[in-house]
């Protein structure tokens, strides 16, 4: 069955269609014009952004994105070449926010890779664009060739006349694959897609379909499960080592819970971190952002590092240092100035990149400096261009955790010439390896590809084996019974008589459905016996492609430096030996000569090139089977030496002092050769005694008038362009030695002889000392006695010398080519005596009642003379006579002694001296006291052990001396107090030597710890038993309640807003109180603050503000008790002024004056106001009115013909606020004529009974403060007012303050207190009756009765 493709149809143009190319501005796009002329505002569709070819991932999804314009809109159609879009597969949106078309493929599969089209068309024209959609296929699936030739296989004519039918199912074989170490799938977790095939080469994986899938499959459950700790996880940066030996990861990550715990593995086992960047493992947090470092890196830190969240794996990074070495290290480097200096290096292994160091500082590749790599990778080079003395310094290379370092040193060009002018740059460089770096680099390299090729050979033998068994497997041979069936149409025949067969051999088919069906095996035979048969398959049922790799070079040609002369080879290696090669030089082909010689070495190729010549230099290639390798050979000439004038010019050259000395020698090389000479380092420059000659073959060295200094290591140094040499001899300048040296070391100095030694001289003159002549000289005597000649050895042992006298010597030197000046001794004195020093201080090992033990040690000093013996004194405690205890003549041999003549109960001292041959020395130091008495035995308890006084660091014990019983316990002469806590089961002494007092101050405890304390006496007879408190104590004072202790409290501050108020309250209490702080009986705000000691506290309120007025108290609470106080802190600032003020007349002769309240009445409950006046007579301001609390106040005794003006301040704790003014008052003074009109006479009745015009107000007022309560009250005759607290009359109370002026009654309360808070009463009465007027006065903080 064959598939027709159908013919593509163009779409038919319309009546008066016309079809225009028109050409879009984004390529790839073909735009079709409808009309010849398009009518004004309309467009063509045209892309602005065609869908681009997808090469995407099976099971992904696949969007083609598409942005059109033109007028009008055009509408918009996708369709695939082969195939149909349907809503089940695809998608098509258009976003209206971007204006994209989008065709999206959700789950592509591999049936859906085709050509995509998309058309956009409107009336006037179309436009279409293709892209290609390519899906790449995830898993193990079998090749087209395989299904087709199955096909082939099952596809079988079906014209048999008979057919037998034998199946067997065969169950289908599981593919297996390795098991791989769970360490792979992390890293590729946490790995960009361009490192997957360096970590699948690493792990030995080669399916990358298969490891693709399974990625995925770990993927989505890794995200589900990072899904329920973390928001968000991106910028995964890998660990990398950095040059200061850290190494750093991080990642961006957004914990849903910032409580979240985060744990640090190395290899699975969590290893510890810190916020410490000075700790071995680190974490730094900013945001967001982790930062995780390893410190001091070393190779136990290689390993793979996970990051978890609450036990879910975020990250993971794989740290692998290089097993890299310095083979050859950087030397160092001296250049002059404006010279490049080169530093060289050679690695174990290959590396593209180190880390250079100039200074501490990493260098880049720049105008400074150059930094390059072999080829091989080994060699790394830096290059510091155009030295300056700035330039000098230490230089280091690092290479993973190892590192060499050399210094480059810069030497000025100290020209006078040249001073004051640009310096010229110089061609030349210094420092480099030179051939020794590059035959050292290429010994390695060839060690490393045998490495790797063993390696390889490794690998391919194991894969073939591996191949040859699966082979084995798959040619299995499996032998099955066949049952016989026969065909419906011939079944009878074959009953009746047995069929003939047609063949002689079988026929098979095999038939294999894999993955869909279980294997059938379908043999057909014509054989009428029907015997079993077997079928054996000797390959797969498709062959395998393969693809002949040819011949290629496993080994390139290298770079080769050839010495001008000398022979040289190239040489490169091929896969195979059955291929011949082509040389080339310079593009030519060459042919084998005399010079030249091509060898054929089994896989290696070789070019030699015998007696390199300068025309030998060029690039060189070796094609092989259309494959080809270069090199460059470069032909050197370097300065050379003939053998033989090196042989003698090594020679050392001996001249006598002021003779002339001459080197010469002849050398060959490439001009301009640079030509300098050495003494012991030192350059030689002409001068008066230093000639120096150079040409292009040779130079020489005269130095004329040589003296001593002058010899030593004569070098020379030829250098040019190729390379440098150098070449080394001595010069020895003979003369006489210098003087011996002193100061002479005295072996001997007795009686009978003096001998001592010397050093020999400094300098011999180049000559072996022969002989040593003395001279000696008697002090007291001028003359000199010539001893002569002793030989070469520097000591002499004068046996000729009387005792005591003293002697000098003349000693000098004397050789081959003269005799030195004399070096004069020290007077050496005959016969010295030597007195021993003092020993040790004589020990007392024990005490009798007829007998002291001493023991002591032997002076550390001598006398040059062995010690015979010493003398042993005694003195009584209050003598000042020492009497010697041994016979005079009988010195104690030994370093003890028994002292036996001693009489019971005194108190005796020792001494010793030392006595050797010259004597007895000094006397040591006296011994402790000892009284000759029997031992004593130890003592008893101490009694009334008690603490006197405690801390909470030092503790003071008192107690009593123990009881005596004589032959039990006898006195004390110390005590030692100990110490235990009481988490400690071991004693410790507090004091190191017994005390004598009976009471001790431990100190050093720790605070509230408790300690077991116990006394032990002691005498010489040991120490007694201890007595032990009997309850431990605690490190802390005596129980003392909480008390202040300030001698004056202060309960109230008034503090400006802004300012910080400070409050500190001193007090003693024990144990350490717990110290609390409210605000109004509620606990304190956030930013105040409190800061506490064991004595005191001190509350602070930074930039108070208004709302942190009130009550603040204090509660120090212990063990014993508690105690408060209060201190009342007012926030307030200057008082903003009251509002207009008004005037009114209620009576005649007064004014009324009101005002609206000052805009801080309501937030200071202590604002009140002052008001004073101003009359145009009296020209002052008189205050009429103070501690107002009200907004109206009344002034009497006001005049007509007067002008009078008020003013208005509030007043609080800070101070006086700007005045308000009134409008000026005045009351017009009536001018009439005086006329007298006596009406009718008649009674006049002005009595009126009392009444309040203005009443009392509530009054809030705190504890100590001042309040003023006023009212005013009219009547005639003029009232009786009597003021009322709780009904009890308050006019014999000296607290209150009373004034009724006019009708206007004042009380004013001096000091508000508790017992002021009640009601207040003011009654008013006259003969025409009664009234009464009641108000309250709350004090704050006091609660008022429940009734009056």
């Known amino acids: 069955m064959f598939k027709m493709r159908k013919a593509k149809n163009d779409e038919p143009t319309a009546p008066g269609q016309v079809k225009i190319k028109k050409k879009s501005i984004v390529p790839g796009v073909m735009i079709t014009q409808y009309v010849e002329v398009l009518p004004e505002g309309t467009t063509t569709p045209d892309f602005t952004r065609k869908p681009i070819a997808l090469t995407i991932q099976e099971g992904k999804l696949a969007i083609f994105r598409a942005i059109i314009t033109g007028t009008p809109t055009p509408t918009v159609t996708w369709v695939r070449n082969n195939g149909e879009i349907n809503e089940e597969k695809y998608k098509m949106v258009y976003d209206t926010s971007s204006g994209e078309h989008q065709l999206q493929i959700p789950d592509v599969s591999v049936d859906q890779t085709d050509t995509y089209k998309c058309f956009a068309r409107n009336e006037f024209g179309k436009a279409v664009v293709t892209a290609a959609l390519n899906v790449i296929e995830v898993g193990f699936k079998k090749s087209k060739a395989m299904q087709q030739s199955r096909t082939a296989i099952r596809e079988t004519p079906e014209d048999f006349k008979k057919v037998l039918k034998n199946t067997v199912e065969i169950e289908p074989r599981e593919e297996t694959k390795p098991e791989i170490d769970e360490k792979f799938w992390e890293l590729l977790l946490s790995a960009d897609k361009k490192?997957?095939?360096?970590?699948?080469?690493?792990?030995?994986?080669?399916?990358?379909?298969?490891?693709?899938?399974?990625?995925?499959?770990?993927?989505?459950?890794?995200?589900?499960?990072?899904?329920?700790?973390?928001?968000?996880?991106?910028?995964?940066?890998?660990?990398?080592?950095?040059?200061?030996?850290?190494?750093?990861?991080?990642?961006?990550?957004?914990l849903k819970d910032p409580s979240s715990k985060v744990f640090l593995f190395k290899d699975g086992v969590m290893i510890p971190f810190d916020i410490d960047t000075n700790e071995k493992h680190a974490l730094k947090q900013v945001g967001k952002k982790f930062v995780f470092s390893i410190n001091g890196l070393n190779p136990e830190d290689a390993g793979l590092y996970q990051v978890e969240v609450d036990g879910?794996?975020?990250?993971?990074?794989?740290?692998?240092?290089?097993?890299?070495?310095?083979?050859?290290?950087?030397?160092?480097?001296?250049?002059?100035?404006?010279?490049?200096?080169?530093?060289?290096?050679?690695?174990?292994?290959?590396?593209?990149?180190?880390?250079?160091?100039?200074?501490?500082?990493?260098?880049?590749?720049?105008?400074?400096?150059?930094?390059?790599?072999?080829?091989?990778?080994?060699?790394?080079?830096?290059?510091?261009?155009?030295?300056?003395?700035?330039?000098?310094?230490?230089?280091?290379?690092?290479?993973?955790?190892?590192?060499?370092?050399?210094?480059?040193?810069?030497?000025?060009?100290?020209?006078?010439?040249?001073?004051?002018?640009?310096?010229?740059?110089?061609?030349?460089?210094?420092?480099?390896?030179?051939?020794?770096?590059?035959?050292?680099?290429?010994?390695?390299?060839?060690?490393?590809?045998?490495?790797?090729?063993?390696?390889?050979?490794?690998?391919?033998?194991?894969?073939?084996?591996?191949?040859?068994?699966?082979?084995?497997?798959?040619e299995e041979v499996e032998e099955y019974d066949v049952e016989e069936e026969e065909v419906e149409d011939l079944q009878e025949e074959q009953v009746s008589e047995p069929a003939e067969p047609t063949s002689s051999e079988a026929k098979q088919v095999l038939e294999v459905k894999e993955e869909e069906a279980p294997t059938q095996v379908m043999v057909t035979e014509e054989d009428p016996d029907q015997e079993k048969t077997k079928r054996v398959r000797t390959g797969p049922l498709v062959p395998d492609s393969v693809i002949e790799q040819g011949v290629f070079f496993t080994s390139g040609l290298s770079d080769v430096t050839a010495i001008i002369g000398t022979n040289t080879e190239l040489v490169c290696k091929l896969s195979s030996e059955d291929c011949d090669t082509v040389w080339y030089k310079d593009g030519k082909e060459i042919t084998a000569t005399e010079d030249i010689c091509i060898v054929k070495d089994g896989t290696y190729q070789k070019l030699i090139i015998r007696k390199c010549k300068e025309d030998d230099a060029g690039k060189y290639r070796c094609e092989a089977d259309g494959r080809k390798t270069e090199a460059v050979l470069i032909v050197a000439d370097p300065p050379r030496i003939d053998p033989d004038e090196l042989a003698e010019f090594i020679k050392p050259v001996i001249i006598k002092t002021g003779k002339d000395a001459g080197f010469k020698l002849s050398f060959v090389g490439r001009e301009p050769m640079k030509i300098q000479w050495y003494n012991e380092g030192e350059e030689l420059l002409e001068d008066n005694h230093?000639?120096?000659e150079k040409s292009s073959t040779h130079s020489r060295l005269l130095l004329t008038k040589c003296q001593r200094k002058s010899s030593g290591e004569i070098k020379i140094k030829i250098k040019n362009e190729c390379g440098t040499t150098e070449a080394i001899t001595h010069l020895i300048v003979l003369d006489k030695?210098?003087?011996?040296?002193?100061?002479?070391?005295?072996?001997?100095?007795?009686?009978?002889?003096?001998?001592?030694?010397?050093?020999?001289?400094?300098?011999?003159?180049?000559?072996?000392?022969?002989?040593?002549?003395l001279e000696r000289q008697q002090i007291g005597r001028n003359s000199w006695k010539k001893i002569g000649k002793i030989?070469?050895?520097?000591?002499?042992?004068?046996?000729?010398?009387?005792?005591?006298?003293?002697?000098?010597?003349?000693?000098?030197?004397?050789?081959?080519?003269?005799?030195?000046?004399?070096?004069?001794?020290?007077?050496?004195?005959?016969?010295?005596?030597?007195?021993?020093?003092?020993?040790?201080?004589?020990?007392?090992?024990?005490?009798?009642?007829?007998?002291?033990?001493?023991a002591w040690s032997a002076p550390t000093n001598t006398g040059g003379a062995n010690i015979l013996g010493y003398n042993v004194e005694k003195r009584k405690n209050g003598s000042n006579l020492w009497g010697l205890v041994n016979p005079a003549n009988e010195p104690v041999r030994e370093k003890k002694y028994a002292v036996k003549d001693v009489v019971e109960g005194i108190e005796y001292e020792f001494r010793v001296s030392a006595i050797n041959i010259s004597g007895a020395g000094e006397p040591s130091v006296p011994s402790e006291f000892a009284i000759a008495r029997d031992p004593k035995k130890p003592p008893g308890k101490v009694n009334d052990l008690k603490v006197t006084d405690s801390t909470y660091t030092t503790l003071s014990l008192g107690w009593n001396k123990p009881m005596e019983e004589e032959g039990v316990q006898d006195e004390a002469k110390g005590y030692f107090v100990e110490l235990r806590p009481a988490e400690n089961p071991e004693w410790g002494r507090c004091n190191s030597s017994p005390i004598s007092m009976t009471g001790y101050n431990i100190i050093g405890l720790k605070s509230m710890a408790m300690y077991w304390v116990r006394v032990i006496a002691t005498n010489e007879g040991g120490d007694g038993e201890p007595q032990e408190l009997d309850n431990y104590i605690i490190a802390m004072p005596p129980p003392v309640r909480p008390q202040f202790?300030?001698?004056?409290?202060?309960?109230?501050?008034?503090?400006?807003?802004?300012?910080?108020?400070?409050?500190?309250?001193?007090f003693k209490a024990s144990p350490v109180p717990t110290i609390t702080w409210l605000k109004d009986g509620l606990p304190i705000a956030k930013h105040v603050t409190v800061s506490n000691t064991d004595t005191s506290s001190q509350l602070i309120i930074p930039s108070s503000e208004r709302h942190d007025t009130g009550i603040y108290t204090i509660i120090v609470k212990n063990l014993v008790g508690q105690e408060t106080s209060s201190v009342e802190i007012r926030i307030t600032d200057d008082p903003k002024p009251p509002g207009p003020v008004e005037l009114d007349q209620n009576v005649s002769g007064t004014v009324t004056v009101s005002w609206t309240p000052s805009p801080d009445e309501k937030k200071d409950d202590r604002l009140h106001y002052m008001v004073t006046k101003h009359d145009s007579v009296k020209r002052t301001w008189q205050t009429m009115a103070d501690h107002l609390f009200n907004n109206k106040f009344t002034v009497t005794n006001i005049m007509p013909g007067r002008q009078y003006q008020f003013r208005v301040y509030a007043k609080n704790d800070m101070g006086v606020s700007k005045s308000s003014e009134s409008p000026t008052w005045e009351v017009k003074k009536k001018k009439e004529t005086f006329s007298v009109n006596l009406p009718a006479s008649k009674d006049c009745n002005f009595d009126t009974p009392p009444s309040f015009s203005v009443p009392l107000k509530l009054h809030n007022s705190p504890e100590s403060y001042e309040c003023y309560m006023t009212c005013a009250v009219t009547g005639n005759p003029r009232p009786r007012v009597t003021w009322y607290r709780n009904n009890i009359s308050l006019s014999t109370n000296t607290n209150y303050y009373i004034i009724n002026t006019c009708g206007v009654c004042s009380m004013k309360i001096l000091k508000v207190g508790p017992k002021d808070s009640g009601e207040y009463t003011v009654v008013a009465e006259n003969p025409l009756g009664r009234v009464e007027c009641s108000t309250k006065l709350i004090v704050k903080g006091i609660k008022l009765p429940h009734s009056f």
């Open 1045 to 1066: 202790t300030d001698k004056k409290i202060n309960n109230f501050m008034v503090i400006r807003a802004g300012n910080s108020a400070r409050v500190n309250f001193n």
């Open 195 to 254: 490192d997957y095939e360096t970590i699948c080469a690493q792990y030995g994986v080669t399916d990358f379909r298969w490891m693709l899938k399974k990625l995925n499959e770990k993927k989505t459950e890794r995200e589900q499960e990072q899904q329920r700790v973390v928001e968000r996880l991106c910028n995964l940066k890998p660990i990398e080592t950095r040059a200061d030996g850290t190494a750093e990861f991080e990642l961006e990550m957004a």
């Open 737 to 773: 030695p210098t003087p011996p040296l002193g100061p002479v070391d005295i072996i001997e100095s007795s009686a009978n002889c003096i001998d001592f030694k010397w050093r020999p001289p400094k300098d011999n003159g180049g000559s072996p000392i022969t002989n040593y002549t």
């Open 791 to 854: 030989g070469p050895e520097p000591k002499f042992r004068d046996t000729d010398v009387d005792h005591g006298r003293k002697y000098c010597y003349h000693i000098r030197a004397e050789t081959d080519q003269g005799i030195s000046e004399m070096m004069e001794t020290d007077d050496i004195q005959a016969g010295t005596k030597a007195y021993p020093g003092p020993p040790s201080a004589p020990k007392i090992v024990s005490a009798f009642k007829d007998c002291i033990n001493l």
């Open 312 to 474: 879910v794996k975020i990250f993971s990074t794989d740290l692998k240092l290089p097993t890299v070495d310095f083979l050859v290290k950087i030397q160092d480097v001296k250049a002059q100035e404006r010279e490049d200096a080169m530093f060289e290096c050679v690695l174990s292994h290959p590396m593209k990149k180190i880390t250079w160091m100039g200074k501490n500082i990493p260098l880049q590749q720049g105008d400074k400096y150059d930094i390059a790599v072999s080829e091989d990778m080994l060699i790394h080079t830096l290059v510091v261009k155009d030295c300056l003395p700035l330039d000098k310094g230490i230089y280091a290379a690092v290479a993973g955790l190892k590192s060499c370092s050399a210094w480059l040193i810069v030497e000025a060009d100290n020209d006078p010439n040249s001073h004051g002018k640009k310096k010229i740059r110089k061609t030349t460089r210094a420092g480099g390896g030179g051939a020794d770096i590059l035959k050292v680099a290429q010994e390695q390299n060839a060690k490393i590809q045998k490495e790797r090729e063993e390696l390889v050979a490794k690998a391919e033998a194991a894969a073939k084996v591996a191949k040859e068994e699966e082979e084995e497997k798959e």
């Open 690 to 692: 230093i000639r120096i």
